[in-house]
């Protein structure tokens, strides 16, 4: 709104609020939650690590959740068990240092000062893609896996990547895109 009110005199180096970005600016590839005024403990930016598809961790990961798609088909006799055929592709996403350091934020007036703290045990989230037989359906899913516990579990829905077309002829939806029916028509 400032950069309107004082569009041929604004200058973010000038401003008494150094917070956010003009969008009538460029927006720099390098921008950090900082440059917005997000403490570290609401910034989501995280490191990101491609995983070899035969990564144990994820190997593991893939045959629990098949263990869930099949459960939730097992009372419907129309349905085909499911079996992994391949791993598509498998990402770790690592909350930054910054962000596992956070304590507290504390504003007096117009300054604002950050406590950091140790870094604290945490989790990782993975997130999955794989091609299930038959039927060649392709799912992506998050696992949240807890250092502290050793523990993991599936995160949020279930997304059928691909069309599952005239392969399911179940109703509802949520058992429409995992159940392959024995029978096709």
């Given at each position: 709104?400032?950069?309107?009110?004082?569009?041929?005199?604004?200058?973010?180096?000038?401003?008494?609020?150094?917070?956010g970005l003009s969008l009538f600016n460029p927006i720099p590839q390098?921008?950090?939650?900082?440059?917005?005024?997000?403490?570290?403990?609401?910034?989501?930016?995280?490191?990101?690590?491609?995983?070899?598809?035969?990564?144990?961790?994820?190997?593991?990961?893939?045959?629990?959740?098949?263990?869930?798609?099949?459960?939730?088909?097992?009372?419907?006799?129309?349905?085909e068990t499911l079996f992994l055929k391949r791993v598509i592709s498998?990402?770790?996403?690592?909350?930054?240092?910054?962000?596992?350091?956070?304590?507290?934020?504390?504003?007096?007036?117009?300054?604002?000062?950050?406590?950091?703290?140790?870094?604290v045990s945490t989790y990782s989230d993975y997130q999955i893609s794989?091609?299930?037989?038959?039927?060649?359906?392709?799912?992506?899913?998050?696992?949240?896996?807890?250092?502290?516990?050793?523990?993991?579990?599936?995160?949020?829905?279930?997304?059928?990547?691909?069309?599952?077309?005239?392969?399911?002829?179940?109703?509802?939806?949520?058992?429409?895109?995992?159940?392959?029916?024995?029978?096709?028509?």
């Open positions: 709104m400032t950069h309107i009110l004082n569009f041929y005199t604004y200058n973010i180096q000038n401003s008494k609020q150094r917070r390098t921008r950090r939650c900082d440059y917005a005024n997000i403490p570290p403990h609401w910034c989501t930016c995280s490191t990101q690590h491609v995983l070899s598809m035969g990564d144990q961790t994820v190997g593991k990961f893939a045959k629990h959740f098949i263990q869930i798609l099949n459960s939730k088909i097992a009372s419907f006799k129309q349905c498998a990402t770790k996403i690592i909350p930054t240092d910054v962000v596992l350091k956070y304590v507290n934020t504390s504003h007096v007036g117009e300054k604002s000062s950050i406590l950091y703290g140790h870094r794989l091609q299930t037989v038959p039927g060649d359906a392709v799912f992506e899913f998050t696992v949240r896996y807890d250092e502290s516990k050793s523990n993991f579990n599936v995160m949020g829905y279930i997304s059928r990547i691909n069309l599952y077309n005239q392969t399911s002829y179940i109703s509802g939806i949520e058992l429409k895109k995992i159940c392959y029916c024995r029978v096709q028509i």
